[in-house]
């Protein structure tokens, strides 16, 4: 008898996926609203709770994120092999129960991303919090901004021992990087930021990372900011940075990228400047027409256009299928999230630059 009332108080499993499905819902929709994802999430919730978790998940070392990655996997991998065995002996009731439990799961995971990181893609644009100046990027700008960090970058380079194959050492430890970037990002002194340290993690599984095309990724879940550890040495730092960006606040690519320049190029530590120069001065470069990008790379030194060499040829080892699948599921993502330019996104950092050169050289 007591077994049947309990039966009876329990919401029937379709009423409770529409509840579960108009939580999520709610949720994103607030998400998208500036106002709220400024000051309820981004300043308030989203912020709260991810110190919270950082601080709990801080306490290991190992990277919590590529446990749930590989028990994601083998759960999957368990998951089809029992619906599919299940199906064989034609236990359709049980088949049932599984995937309304999956479904259950799955709009938990959307609510949770809805508090953690979803507001963040609607906040206010970078620049301001980085004290960088409005600016309009024209040939002649970039072709400026170009010049100006080049010779910047020869500099600094002069001033870094390099290995035999010509990369430049690490000045630092992976753990002191993050120390400096965290000193960094608190000499802001801006709200914008989260104020928690934030403590990188190095990802063990690297290599099958590089193979995904990946070179760090932050996972709101756990609230960490993973590295991949097998890039080139220069790349650390800067994505470090860019990882550490979105912990602290940032969810859109090209704002990361931004972030993650400023804070290397405008470092007293070289290896850090050399870090953000590097890739800056890159896409500074792409940017311009084939005679002034010319005219740029002529200033560069021999050793820094190996370095480029070096890393276009890490790179190259990687590219694939599994690359190429993975990059069109990162471009279906970000455009879920409002980032019309997908994966493009990442490199649309032209103007952002153009500011940094004009902030620093009036400066």
Known sequence: MTELLNARRRMPRGRKLCLFALAAALVLLLAQIPALCETLFARGLTRLVSAAVAAVTGLFSVSLYEVCAVLLILGAAALVAGLIALLCRRRF?????????????????????????????????????????????????????????????????????????????????????????????????????????????????????????????????????????????????????????????????????????????????????????????????NSLPEELYAEVRARLTHEILREYANASAHYDRYEGLIDTISSFFNDLFLKANGVPQGTRSYSQTVSGLVALHRSMAQG
């Open 93 to 285: 009731a049980r088949v049932r129960l599984w995937l309304y439990r999956l479904a259950l799961a799955a709009l938990c995971v959307l609510i949770a991303f809805g508090v953690l990181y979803a507001p963040l893609y609607d906040r206010a644009p970078v620049e301001d919090a980085l004290g960088l100046p409005e600016v309009t990027a024209t040939d002649e700008s970039v072709y400026e901004a170009a010049l100006y960090f080049a010779d910047r970058l020869v500099a600094v380079s002069e001033s870094l021992e390099r290995g035999e194959d010509g990369n430049v050492v690490p000045s630092h430890t992976f753990s002191e990087v993050g120390e400096l970037l965290n000193a960094e990002f608190d000499a802001l002194g801006t709200s914008y930021f989260s104020s928690a340290a934030v403590r990188p993690k190095a990802v063990l599984l690297s290599v099958p990372m590089s193979y995904l095309g990946i070179t760090g990724i932050y996972f709101p879940f756990t609230a960490e900011a993973n590295v991949n550890v097998n890039i080139p040495p220069y790349q650390l730092p800067q994505t470090m940075a860019h990882e550490m960006a979105h912990a602290k606040g940032v969810s859109r690519e090209n704002d990361a990228n931004l972030v993650s320049y400023a804070l290397c190029i405008r470092a007293e530590d070289a290896y850090l400047q050399y870090s953000g120069l590097m890739p800056a001065v890159a896409v500074l470069m």
